[in-house]
């Protein structure tokens, strides 16, 4: 499947293929996938709505604020809870007051969900370049083959949310994980395995990017700006995990991204079979203002965990595409890098 649902029914999404330009941009080492919170909830983890209200409840806890004002902010949209709450949780950092007052606190996983939910693995391998705005840890277990041991998986004893394949990353596949776009550097787009924290994560707290003032500064960054740029240039980009209540965040990677660098945006997103009289106008909306071409599903049967069918379509076909950088990407990326010193030099 590719382009815009034109059908009178949802595809099933056993049956959601890779389009033709997405295995092209692999085989020239130009995939990039983006994965976003929805796949982090299919582990239980909370949308960012719930982290929002999970971080209030928690200034309650400790007294920070009463029950009065937990009451009225919880009325306030989820970028003013989460900057309001947030300047209470990095205080924390410096001291240490309170045990729950951490985003780590926030998203733990169960050690048994991670035995039965294997969409990480899934996508893992796809082998490309990986970018996410999430917080949490598990993609980075993934890619390091710690979620999923190697071996055959029962899908009957996991309900259909796994393989019968060996889903496991393999080693020799080692990734660099970078914790922020502050620690990227221009140089990891001429890697085929990376994955960029595009916001912070888990491993440094203090780096966490999640008020309205952080994302400001982190995109308003011209530096982080260019490396936006470096990162979009040329490739063919799929969002997996996003929808409609996180257009915010990607509105913001977009405006700092250059539009005209020449890249490809396309977003797996699930829908229900009522939802088909929406598609056309979704479809208009991403594509007109976003530059983003919706591959759409339906998740009647399995709910979010369709997307489990569909990672595993697209890493059976991806996982012997991916290639690193051609040379004229590498070519381009070392020019640039040239101008960059010379300038520095100036």
């Known amino acids: 499947m590719s382009g815009p649902t034109t059908k009178n029914i949802l595809i099933d999404p056993k049956d959601v293929s890779v389009p033709p330009e997405i295995k092209e941009a692999a085989i020239m080492g130009n995939l990039t996938i983006f994965v976003g919170n929805g796949v982090s909830r299919l582990y239980g983890l909370p949308s960012w709505n719930g982290l929002a209200d999970a971080m209030l409840k928690s200034l309650v806890n400790n007294k920070q604020i009463n029950h009065n004002t937990h009451e009225l902010l919880l009325k306030y949209p989820i970028k003013t809870k989460i900057s309001i709450a947030d300047r209470f949780f990095k205080q924390n950092l410096a001291t240490g007051a309170y045990s729950d007052m951490y985003y780590g606190s926030m998203l733990k996983v169960d050690e048994a969900v991670k035995k039965k939910i294997f969409t990480y693995s899934l996508i893992a391998k796809c ?14 277990e993934a890619l390091n ?12 004893d996991v309900e259909n949310q796994g393989s019968q394949e060996k889903i496991a990353v393999k080693k020799s596949q080692s990734y660099e994980v970078i914790s922020s776009l502050n620690d990227f550097s221009k140089t990891n787009v001429l890697e085929k395995n990376f994955l960029v924290h595009l916001h912070g994560s888990l491993s440094d707290e203090s780096k966490i990017v999640a008020s309205t003032a952080d994302y400001l500064n982190l995109y308003s960054n011209e530096d982080n700006r260019d490396k936006l740029t470096q990162i979009f240039d040329k490739q063919t980009v799929v969002f997996i995990g996003y929808g409609l209540d996180e257009l915010e965040i990607l509105e913001f990677i977009f405006k700092a991204a250059n539009r005209e660098s020449g890249s490809q945006f396309y977003l ?12 056309q106008h979704l479809e208009q909306y991403y594509k007109e203002q976003l530059n983003v071409t919706l591959l759409t599903y339906c998740r009647d049967q399995e709910g979010y965990l369709a997307l489990n069918q569909v990672v595993e379509n697209w890493a059976k076909e991806l996982e012997g595409l991916v290639q690193s950088p051609n040379q004229p990407f590498k070519f381009r990326v070392l020019e640039g890098l040239m101008k960059d010193h010379e300038k520095a030099d100036l």
Do not use: M, P
């Not at 082998?127 to 996410?132: A, E, Q, R, V, Y």
């Not at 797996?268 to 598609?279: G, M």
């Open 268 to 279: 797996l997103l699930s829908l229900l079979s009522h939802e088909l009289e929406v598609i």
């Open 145 to 156: 083959g710690n979620l999923v041991e190697t071996g055959d998986i029962n899908r009957a």
């Open 127 to 140: 082998g490309c370049k990986f970018i996410t705005t999430n917080y949490d840890l598990l993609f980075a």
